[in-house]
C-alpha cells in the first residue's frame, strides 16, 4: 500500500484497542456467546466513544472516514470479540455506508445523525431460500395500488440483525426484468405486516440473526433508497457497496487470525523445554508460515481498501481480499487449536470460538466459490 497509513488512522487504531481492552472483557464476551444475546450494553459504550460515528460526514454529525477506518475497527473488535464487528455493522455497514452511498439527501438529513449517535438499527434485507448466490433470484415483490403505499410481501433469511433493526434495507421485485426490476425499500420494522423469526447459529453468537416475514408491509414512495428516483434502482445500489462489505469481512478474518495466532505463540512458549532439541521444530515451523499468511492477507487487504478509497478499479482485488483473508484465517483458526492441543478445546477458552465464529466469513458476503469466479472472469476465464 502506498505510504501505509496515516497519523490519523494508526491513532485511530490505537483508540479502538484501547476502547476493547477496557470495556470488551474476557467473561462479557463469552457470556454473549452462552446467551447469544444483542449486546446493547457495548453498544451504547461504542456509540459513546464516537465509534458509530467513523464513516458518517462530518457535516451530519459524524468523523468523516472511510474504508480503511471501518477496516481498522473490525479488525481490532475481532481480535477480542467478532460478534461485536457485526452488531456495529448494523449502523455503519448497513446504515451509515447504505444511505451514505444510496440515499437521498433527504434521507441522508433524516437518518445519518442519529446513526452517528448509535440511536438507530439497520439490516440489510437480500438473502431468500432461494436468493444467495444468485441475488437476482428473489422473490420477494412489491405491488402499488395508484399513488398508494408500496406493498411488500415475502420473506427473507439469514439477515443479520434482523430482531434489533429498527430499519431492513428490503430488496424486492417491481418489474420484470431480472437486474432493473428491484427496488430497495427501507422498511419500519413497527410496521403491520413485518414479523420475525430468530436462527440459533453455530458462531458470532451475540450478533442476531433472523428470517424475516413481509406480509402486505406498507412503505409509502418516500421510503424507496435514494428517493422515488430509486425504483428499480436496488441492483446497481447493491453493487456499489460490495467492495466496502468485502473489505469489511476480510477485516474481521484477520481480527480473528491475528488473535488465533497470539494464543497459539503464547501456548508454545509457555511449554517447558523440548528435552530433544529439534522436537518442537515442526511447530515452529508452522507458527512461522501462519505468521507469514497473515502479513501477506493483510497486506492484500490494506492495499485494496486503500485503492478503493483512492478511487481505483479494485473489483478484482477486493474479491481476492475477501477469500484469500477468510480462507486464511480459517486455517489459522484451525491450526492454532491444534497446536494448543487440549486447551483449543475447552469450552471455558477462546480458541474453539475463533473457529465457529471465522466459519462463516467464506460464506456470508459472497462465497469463496462466488470471489474466485470473479477473478477469474477478470482475468479473461
Not at 434482523?162 to 428490503?170: F, L, Q, W
Request: aromatic share 8%.
Amino acid at each position: 500500500m502506498s505510504g501505509g497509513l496515516s497519523r490519523e488512522q494508526n491513532g485511530f487504531r490505537e483508540r479502538v484497542r484501547s476502547f476493547v481492552e477496557r470495556e470488551v472483557h474476557d467473561a462479557r464476551v463469552a457470556e454473549m456467546d452462552r446467551l447469544d444475546e444483542f449486546p446493547h450494553d457495548i453498544m451504547l459504550k461504542m456509540a459513546q466513544h464516537g465509534l458509530t460515528a467513523v464513516n458518517v460526514p462530518i457535516q451530519y454529525g459524524g468523523e468523516g472516514g472511510g474504508d480503511l477506518e471501518v477496516m481498522i475497527l473490525c479488525e481490532e473488535l475481532s481480535r477480542q470479540c467478532p460478534a461485536l464487528s457485526w452488531t456495529l455493522g448494523n449502523v455503519i455497514l448497513y446504515g451509515n455506508n447504505i444511505i451514505g452511498v444510496n440515499g437521498s439527501e433527504v434521507q441522508r438529513e433524516r437518518f445519518l445523525p442519529p446513526l452517528a449517535k448509535g440511536e438507530l438499527y439497520f439490516s440489510f434485507g437480500l438473502t431468500e431460500p432461494n436468493a444467495g448466490s444468485d441475488a437476482a433470484n428473489i422473490d420477494t415483490h412489491a405491488e402499488r395500488d395508484g399513488n398508494g403505499p408500496w406493498m411488500v410481501s415475502g420473506g427473507k433469511t439469514f439477515i443479520t440483525g434482523g430482531t434489533v433493526a429498527n430499519y431492513v434495507v428490503t430488496f424486492a421485485r417491481t418489474a420484470s426484468s431480472r437486474y432493473k426490476g428491484i427496488t430497495a425499500f427501507l422498511v419500519d420494522t413497527q410496521d403491520k405486516g413485518f414479523s420475525y423469526s430468530k436462527i440459533a447459529k453455530l458462531g458470532f453468537r451475540g450478533s442476531d440473526t433472523a428470517t424475516l416475514f413481509y406480509d402486505q408491509v406498507p412503505v409509502p414512495e418516500d421510503m424507496i433508497l435514494g428517493g422515488p428516483e430509486g425504483l428499480n434502482q436496488g441492483w446497481g445500489q447493491m453493487v456499489r457497496l460490495l467492495n466496502g462489505e468485502r473489505l469489511s469481512l476480510a477485516a474481521c478474518s484477520l481480527g480473528i487470525a491475528q488473535s488465533a495466532f497470539d494464543a497459539a505463540l503464547n501456548h508454545v512458549r509457555q511449554l517447558p523445554p523440548p528435552t530433544i532439541a529439534g522436537s518442537r521444530q515442526r511447530v515452529e515451523h508452522r507458527l512461522a508460515e501462519m505468521a507469514a499468511q497473515l502479513e501477506a492477507a493483510r497486506a492484500l487487504a490494506y492495499r485494496t481498501a486503500w485503492m478503493h478509497t483512492n478511487k481505483m478499479e479494485c473489483v478484482r482485488e477486493t474479491s481476492m481480499s475477501k477469500f484469500f483473508c477468510t480462507e486464511t484465517a480459517k486455517q489459522i483458526a484451525a491450526e492454532a487449536m491444534t497446536i494448543m492441543g487440549p486447551d483449543g478445546c475447552d469450552m471455558a477458552l477462546a480458541a474453539q470460538r475463533r473457529l465457529r465464529d471465522v466459519l462463516i466469513l467464506s460464506i456470508g458476503g459472497g462465497t469463496s466459490q462466488i470471489q474466485k469466479n470473479i477473478v477469474a472472469k477478470t482475468l479473461g476465464l
